[in-house]
Each structure stands twice: as C-alpha cells, then as structure tokens.
C-alpha cells in the first residue's frame, strides 16, 4: 500500500533551516509528484511547492520561492524539503502529499516545525 | 490566485440528518480539457487530511457512499446524506485546475448536535 513516512518534529531558532524528508514506499516512486503543504494551528493547508520525482523540476508559489527548495532522492525514494530564514509564524505542521489527477490522493503523517527562540 | 470560498464556517448535524457545505471558487475551474478539478477532504483532530472526492464527483476508494460531490463553473458541493458520528472534523475543498499551484477552502467543521 501506498505510504509517506515523514521525518520527526522539529525545534528551531528563527534565522535557522529545516529540512524534513518524506520516504514513499508501495509505488514507483518517479512516476508522481510531491506537493508540500503546511498548517498552522486552526488553519487550513497552505500550498508550499512542488515537485517531480521524475526530473526534479519544481514549482513554488512567489511568496516562499526564495526560501524553499524541494528535492527528491530517487535511489532512496525520498523527498526533502528545505526551507531557510525560519520565522514564528513558519511554525506549523508540514506534510508532503503524492499528485495524481490534479489532486492529492496520499499524505504523509506530518511533522511539526517549531520557531521559537 | 484562485481563491476559495467554503460555506457554512461551522455546521452543527444531528446524527442520521443530511449535510451540505458550499465551495465557491473565484473564478471558473473548468480546465482546458474540459473537466473540473475539485477535491474534497476530511481532517479528523490530530490526523492529516485524507481525500474524499476527486474530480468534483469521483469518490475514493473506500469512501462511503452518502458522501457526494457535485457542481461546475464557480460553484461546488459536497453533500453527506445521513451524518454518522465519524463524520466530524473539517471538510476542505481543493482547486486542482490551476494545478501544481494549488489552493484551499478555508474549512468548514462539522460537529454532532
């Protein structure tokens, strides 16, 4: 079955990075994508990027793009995302997410990022 | 950016009663293939979204069959004809049309009465 093993939770300083992975396992891995998203508390998910696990290419909105890079480790079936020059308000639970047919079918179990000094 | 419009906020049910919940998109989500690329989720507390409905209509593998989509052009809807008490949480839409970039409802919880 088709499975995204998320990295454990997180505690940063604002100014820091964080990079969280995201192991699939039960497809072939380079045949979809991978969207990240985030949640902050009592909010709904925000999109943060993409990309394929077929050639690497990505996409993220204007608003992280200078922040954010996504990744992916086709021998390990993994996808990472870093995102630099934390602040509080980036304290949320991160998830990745596997694209099919415009949507989102699997997600990862989450990991919470802290930014606390 | 596409911005989405959920309806009710929250939305109080009595058990075997009939949901509703609105989702409203800012502009039409028709894609150039025709077809419309609405989602909708279900978010249980402490658990990652898990999708319901692709394709405004399309149920997931799994998903029971009171659960229903419906809609086109701007306005989109998500019907769960007897609510059963593994029904709460809160209900996402998602526009996948615009996609990789995509974009949310802002929720609606669904709660017991």
């Known amino acids: 079955q088709v499975q995204l093993l998320q990295s454990g939770a997180e505690v940063k300083k604002p100014g820091a990075s964080v990079k969280v992975s995201c192991k699939a396992s039960g497809y072939t891995f380079s045949s979809y994508g991978i969207s990240w998203l985030r949640q902050a508390p009592g909010r709904g998910p925000e999109w943060m990027g993409w990309?394929?696990?077929?050639?690497?290419?990505?996409k993220y909105p204007p608003r992280l793009q200078d922040r954010v890079i996504m990744t992916t480790d086709t021998s390990t079936s993994t996808a990472y995302m870093e995102l630099t020059s934390l602040r509080p308000d980036d304290t949320a639970v991160y998830y990745c997410a596997r694209g099919w047919l415009r949507s989102l079918d699997y997600w990862g179990q989450g990991t919470l990022v802290t930014v606390s000094s | 950016d596409v911005v989405m419009t959920q309806s009710p906020v929250s939305l109080p049910v009595t058990l075997g009663q009939p949901a509703s919940i609105s989702c409203r998109s800012s502009q039409s989500l028709v894609h150039t293939d025709g077809d419309y690329y609405l989602s909708w989720f279900h978010q249980r507390p402490g658990q990652s979204p898990r999708r319901l409905i692709y394709?405004?209509?399309k149920r997931d593998s799994g998903v029971p069959d009171r659960f229903s989509g419906s809609g086109a052009g701007t306005d989109f809807t998500l019907k769960i004809s007897r609510v059963e008490a593994e029904d709460v949480g809160v209900y996402y839409c998602?526009?996948?049309?615009?996609?990789?970039?995509?974009?949310f409802g802002q929720g609606t919880r669904l709660e017991i009465e």
């Open positions: 998602m526009q996948g049309t615009q996609w990789p970039f995509i974009t």
């Open positions: 394709k405004v209509s």
């Open positions: 990309v394929s696990a077929f050639n690497g290419n990505t």
